[in-house]
Nanobody, 127 residues
């Protein structure tokens, strides 16, 4: 059974840090592009960061560049999103997802291109 489980969310003050984890079972993550997406109340789901199968390409939402970092640990079959200098506008439910197809073009970190999804983890940034 293919399964993705997010963890690491929680409540943090502005300027703080969190590391989100996406653990996979039933398949090996190194065969997939991985995306982190988020959805805030009343807003559309948006791509935060994505990484290609070979780690040769990465994408970051403009508003998180320089603050967030996506990475893989293939030995643990886990993908991470390190989130630093958090802002209240980062508050959302964060989801990880996989794409088994090759990524091409400049607009590849978009939800419709991803097939399998986790259940999400809540991140709240507030003082």
């Amino acid at each position: 059974q293919v399964q993705l489980v997010e963890s690491g969310g929680g409540l943090v003050q502005p300027g703080g840090s969190l590391r989100l984890s996406c653990a996979a079972s039933g398949f090996t993550l190194d065969s997939y592009a991985i995306g982190w997406f988020r959805q805030a109340p009343g807003k559309e789901r948006e791509g935060v960061s994505c990484i290609s199968r070979s780690d040769s390409r990465t994408y970051y939402l403009d508003s998180v560049k320089g603050r967030f970092t996506i990475s893989r640990d293939n030995a643990k079959n886990t993908v991470y999103l390190q989130m630093n200098s958090l802002k209240p506008e980062d508050t959302a439910v964060y989801y990880c997802a996989t794409n088994r197809l090759p990524v091409i073009g400049s607009s590849w970190c978009r939800a419709p291109y991803f097939q399998s999804w986790g259940q999400g983890t809540q991140v709240t940034v507030s003082s």
